[in-house]
T-cell receptor
Framework: AQSVTQLDSHVSVSEGTPVLLRCNYS??????LFWYVQHPNKGLQLLLK??????LVKGINGFEAEFKKSETSFHLTKPSAHMSDAAEYFC???????????????FGTGTQLKVEL | NAGVTQTPKFRILKIGQSMTLQCTQD?????MYWYRQDPGMGLKLIYY???????DKGEVPNGYNVSRSTTEDFPLRLELAAPSQTSVYFC???????????????FGAGSRLTVL
């Protein structure tokens, strides 16, 4: 069975400082991993995805994540936070299966990122 | 290009009332999903559909029903609304033509439902 743990429910950073949002996963097979971002009163938008190619994945708006199989982690980082990054971030693990709509998706509980001046 | 459109955006229901949340997509995606989002809980799958005429239950289907008569539309029906159904509901689609766990979901903007 797969699972996702987002280690921090809230993260607060100052504008211009680095961002680190932590995600650990468990999976029986080789999973695909995603980070989605949700701005207030909006739907979820894909930031980036890992699909067993390069372990360092670059996404939109300067975000990137590194897949570390030995640590079962997929942490999201950004070198310099901007006010517009304030949002909720979800880590998602996906395994292919014949049922469940083709994907079994498990969402983390989310990390709320606050960016202060 | 509208993508995934959900209506209504907000709704307040009384206990025992019924309503339908609408979801329409223009991307010709086969797979469609309904999720509910509760604070601190992530997203939970209610129902999904792999194509017109085919639907199946997700993790939390009780109290809901769906239908899929066309590729474009996937309405979610709440019968006998209960306070436990107060939540934000998201419809999502995925291109099912490629067999891969890496396919990305496209989400609607959400429908916020309050049951009093």
């Amino acid at each position: 069975a797969q699972s996702v743990t987002q280690l921090d429910s809230h993260v607060s950073v100052s504008e211009g400082t680095p961002v680190l949002l932590r995600c650990n996963y468990s999976s029986s097979y080789s999973p695909s991993l995603f980070w989605y971002v949700q701005h207030p009163n909006k739907g979820l938008q894909l930031l980036l995805k890992y699909t067993s190619a390069a372990t360092l994945v670059k996404g939109i708006n300067g975000f990137e994540a590194e897949f570390k199989k030995s640590e079962t982690s997929f942490h999201l980082t950004k070198p310099s936070a901007h006010m517009s990054d304030a949002a909720e971030y979800f880590c998602v693990v996906s395994e292919w299966e014949l049922t469940g709509g083709g994907n079994k998706l498990t969402f983390g509980t989310g990390t709320q990122l606050k960016v202060e001046l | 290009n509208a993508g995934v459109t959900q209506t209504p955006k907000f709704r307040i229901l009384k206990i025992g009332q019924s309503m339908t949340l609408q979801c329409t997509q223009d991307m010709n995606h086969n797979y469609m999903y309904w999720y509910r989002q509760d604070p601190g809980m992530g997203l939970k799958l209610i129902y999904y559909s792999v194509g017109a005429g085919i639907t199946d239950k997700g993790e939390v289907p009780n109290g809901y029903n769906v239908s899929r008569s066309t590729t474009e539309d996937f309405p979610l029906r709440l019968e006998l609304a209960a306070p436990s159904q107060t939540s934000v509901y998201f419809c999502a689609t995925r291109d099912g033509t490629v067999f891969s766990g890496a396919n990305v979901l496209t989400f609607g903007a959400g429908s916020r439902l309050t049951v009093l």
